[in-house]
T-cell receptor, first 115, second 111 residues
Framework: EAGVAQSPRYKIIEKRQSVAFWCNPI?????LYWYQQILGQGPKLLIQ????????DSQLPKDRFSAERLKGVDSTLKIQPAKLEDSAVYLC?????????????FGPGTRLTVL | DAKTTQPTSMDCAEGRAANLPCNHS???????VYWYRQIHSQGPQYIIH???NNETNEMASLIITEDRKSSTLILPHATLRDTAVYYC????????????FGKGTTLSVSS
């Protein structure tokens, strides 16, 4: 079974520029999560989708961050404009509702550096 | 905020058992204890979870105290590939529940 795919793996941008990250979850996984992981800290949830609907975006800085999952499969996370403090690893995860362990499967992440 | 407390770092010799403690004194009756680990430059990986009974799988064992206020993850024969950050998380076992991570324990396994 293929895992969660993310691209790009690395991105370097100047502050005030825009950037987008892409995530392809495991086939059949209806729930998709985006986490932000700042160096030295654990991942923090940004947004959670159930199919193509938003379940929780309470910690998403909506003035600069946006995310979508139009067809209930792939998802994109965008930052516009980026700030220095957005430098982090952005992790995508997916899970299958009803699965016994409720295990979340994570992608390798996108490492963003804002200069 | 995370509801768990873990040591910042631990060391273990290769081939020995690694015992990683976690305190979760405010755990609710319907919350499970989950463990994930994150190897360098990878996303977190599920290890094991439990409610009140001890659990074992091919990766590790989970020992939960009778009062459920603390637990220990045991890697019976640590290898160099077990070097990672280990996260202890308490959460309800409900589909679609997000994970709340703390800072975890950095386990360093050396030869």
């Amino acid at each position: 079974e293929a895992g969660v795919a993310q691209s790009p793996r690395y991105k370097i941008i100047e502050k005030r520029q825009s950037v987008a990250f892409w995530c392809n979850p495991i086939s059949g996984h209806a729930t998709l999560y985006w986490y932000q992981q700042i160096l030295g800290q654990g991942p923090k949830l940004l947004i959670q989708f159930q199919n193509n609907g938003v379940v929780d975006d309470s910690q998403l800085p909506k003035d600069r961050f946006s995310a979508e999952r139009l067809k209930g499969v792939d998802s994109t996370l965008k930052i516009q404009p980026a700030k220095l403090e957005d430098s982090a690893v952005y992790l995508c995860a997916s899970s299958k509702p009803g699965q016994g362990e409720n295990e979340q499967f994570f992608g390798p992440g996108t490492r963003l550096t804002v200069l | 905020d995370a509801k768990t407390t873990q040591p910042t770092s631990m060391d273990c010799a290769e081939g020995r058992a690694a015992n990683l403690p976690c305190n979760h004194s405010t755990i609710s009756g319907n919350e499970y204890v989950y463990w994930y680990r994150q190897i360098h430059s990878q996303g977190p990986q599920y290890i094991i979870h439990g409610l009140k009974n001890n659990e074992t799988n091919e990766m590790a064992s989970l020992i939960i105290t009778e009062d459920r206020k603390s637990s220990t993850l045991i890697l019976p024969h640590a290898t160099l590939r077990d070097t990672a950050v280990y996260y202890c998380i308490v959460r309800v076992k409900q589909a679609g529940t997000a994970l709340i991570f703390g800072k975890g324990t950095t386990l360093s396994v050396s030869s």
